[in-house]
T-cell receptor, first 112, second 111 residues
Framework: NAGVTQTPKFQVLKTGQSMTLQCAQD?????MYWYRQDPGMGLKLIYY???????DKGEVPNGYNVSRSTTEDFPLRLELAAPSQTSVYFC???????????FGPGTRLLVL | GENVEQHPSTLSVQEGDSAVIKCTYS??????FPWYKQELGKGPQLIID?????GEKKDQRIAVTLNKTAKHFSLHITETQPEDSAVYFC??????????FGAGTTVTVRA
């Protein structure tokens, strides 16, 4: 099993550009999550999904959108990138809500 | 929502000594408390977790304690080794399954 995979590993955007961060898992987990990690701030939940077709906001959803059309994939969309979205983004999945979350390797995003 | 505070933010210990990291949470409905280790350039990885119906859990050199009344939980690492150097995060989840993370503790084990 590859576990949780994320692409790209690193991306540079200009303010106002859009992009999609990809996340996929091959563990047949129902729950998937997107976090952002800023230096010294821990991880903040952006969006999460409890199954295909179901998504909900986390703590910091503004400026982001998600979709969950399949169990395996959970892409994160930035429509109008802003410098404040410069961060490291982690995708995670888990079998259930209070079960171990398995994290991907992260995507480092720089918005100029 | 849940608010998790973690202390200390940095911890330097001599190899072979013990390391203790403490966390407090605000939501008395929280019932799941995992600890994650993050090595440089990688995603966090679960090292141990505890549920609200248990007061203590141990796995080799790692132990976690939970005090529900005081709403705090702690990670204990004994006989520290250089490979224990990393950033450690505590987290808590109330019934809505949204994990709230502490700000992290950077642990450095000196040889």
């Amino acid at each position: 099993n590859a576990g949780v995979t994320q692409t790209p590993k690193f991306q540079v955007l200009k303010t106002g550009q859009s992009m999609t961060l990809q996340c996929a898992q091959d563990m047949n987990h129902n729950y998937m999550y997107w976090y952002r990690q800023d230096p010294g701030m821990g991880l903040k939940l952006i969006y999460y999904s409890v199954g295909a077709g179901i998504t909900d906001k986390g703590e910091v959803p503004n400026g982001y959108n998600v979709s969950r059309s399949t169990t395996e994939d959970f892409p994160l969309r930035l429509e109008l990138a802003a410098p404040s979205q410069t961060s490291v983004y982690f995708c995670a999945s888990s079998p259930g809500g209070t079960e171990t979350q398995y994290f991907g390797p992260g995507t480092r995003l720089l918005v100029l | 929502g849940e608010n998790v505070e973690q202390h200390p933010s940095t911890l330097s210990v001599q190899e072979g000594d013990s390391a203790v990291i403490k966390c407090t949470y605000s939501d008395s409905a929280s019932n799941y408390f995992p600890w994650y280790k993050q090595e440089l350039g990688k995603g966090p990885q679960l090292i141990i977790d505890i549920r609200s119906n248990v007061g203590e859990k141990k796995d080799q050199r790692i132990a976690v304690t939970l005090n529900k009344t005081a709403k705090h939980f702690s990670l204990h690492i004994t006989e520290t080794q250089p490979e224990d150097s990393a950033v450690y995060f505590c987290a808590a989840t109330p019934k809505d399954y949204k994990l709230s993370f502490g700000a992290g503790t950077t642990v450095t084990v000196r040889a």
